[in-house]
């Protein structure tokens, strides 16, 4: 066949060879067993396609850069593994790559990073109530003869609070549940975003 | 003045292969998950018969760095599996089937897909058949 004469074999060889060893590095992110898989893959499509008398720069450009193949098969396993992680680093990443996608994804990234904020805040401030209990609870604050609420997690002019000591268990309960929940629902969202694009 | 004057050519499957907006892409991206299980209806097929496959029977003319990770992650969903298969050529191939979920899967996603495409093609028919619409 003519494409392996050995005027175009030596170049050809080598921009393969590059192809692969740049490949190689974009997928660092996946699994070695996985990553060499996919390479022994593209090898063997690259080599088929080549010798079906494709030109070697044809075979590699429509198979994209490197960079964008790997995206390709990253932007799969991250989402794929976080919805089955519990990790809110995790979690917070793929909504991030899912929020440069579309408003749903900015919205659900937004929505899961208040949900940990106000969770962990509610935890972090039941650990911390018994080392400053008139700083952190839920107060009200009586003026003159009008009974008003004024209500904060932190105040200093503390008149008379609400839940005393029983804020503790509350607030650890509640930011558990608020964690717990957040989780949940960023794990049913990459799910079901999952779906929508099989079943597009 | 037909301003809005369908041009034929922006229509046809060549021109949809194109490079187009990201909602095309998008689009593609979904059907050509379909479309990959759809081409292991009849057996076991490596990577680029089935890219083979689909210009021969859809012409959908693809990318080809887009199918290797939907096989990548229609695999990890066991909708397929796959094994290397030692070819004539002198190297080893990797073919992909469809298990029985995937079969499943197919069934319901082809029986979505032609009641979502009616329900388009109505929509669609008074453009295709108006060329010009009414000023």
């Known amino acids: 066949m003519t494409s392996t004469q050995p005027t175009t074999q030596q170049p050809t060889t080598q921009s ?38 494709t030109p070697i720069d044809t075979v590699l450009s429509r198979l994209g850069t490197p960079a964008q193949l790997a995206a390709e098969y990253r932007d799969g396993q991250l989402i794929r593994a976080a919805s089955r992680s519990l990790s809110p680093l995790t979690l917070l990443r793929a909504t991030l790559r899912l929020a440069t996608k579309g408003v749903t994804g900015i919205i659900v990234f937004f929505g899961a990073f208040i949900g940990y904020i106000t969770g962990g805040a509610l935890v972090i401030g039941g650990i911390l109530k018994p080392f400053a209990p008139n700083q952190i609870g839920l107060f009200t604050t009586n003026t003159t003869r009008d009974v008003w609420k004024q209500t904060g997690l932190v105040t200093n002019d503390a008149r008379h609070e609400i839940f005393g000591w029983w804020g503790i268990p509350i607030a650890l309960v509640s930011g558990v549940i608020v964690l717990i929940l957040t989780t949940l629902a960023i794990r049913l969202f990459l799910r079901l975003s999952q779906r929508v694009q099989r079943s597009l | 003045m037909a301003r809005n004057k369908l041009e034929p050519d922006s229509l ?39 890219i083979r496959f689909l210009e021969q029977h859809s012409q959908l003319v693809l990318a080809e760095g887009t199918i290797y990770p939907i096989l990548n992650r229609l695999k990890t969903e066991a909708m397929l599996t796959s094994e290397w298969v030692e070819a004539d050529a002198g190297h080893p191939r990797k073919y992909y089937s469809l298990t029985d979920a995937g079969r499943q899967r197919l069934r319901l996603m082809a029986t ?24």
């Open chain 2, 12 to 50: 046809s499957s060549e021109a949809l292969s194109s490079r187009g907006g990201p909602w095309e892409a998008q689009l593609r991206k979904g059907a050509l998950e379909m479309a990959a299980l759809a081409a292991l209806w009849n057996g076991r097929l490596y990577g680029l018969e089935i």
């Open chain 1, 16 to 53: 393969i060879a590059a192809y692969l060893a740049a490949l190689r590095l974009q997928l660092a992110p996946i699994t070695l067993s996985e990553r060499e898989e996919i390479l022994r893959e593209i090898a063997a499509h690259i080599r088929d396609s080549f010798e079906a008398g």
């Open chain 2, 112 to 135: 979505a897909w032609v009641d979502f495409a009616r329900g388009v093609d109505n929509l669609l028919q008074p453009v295709l058949t108006n060329q010009e619409p009414t000023q």
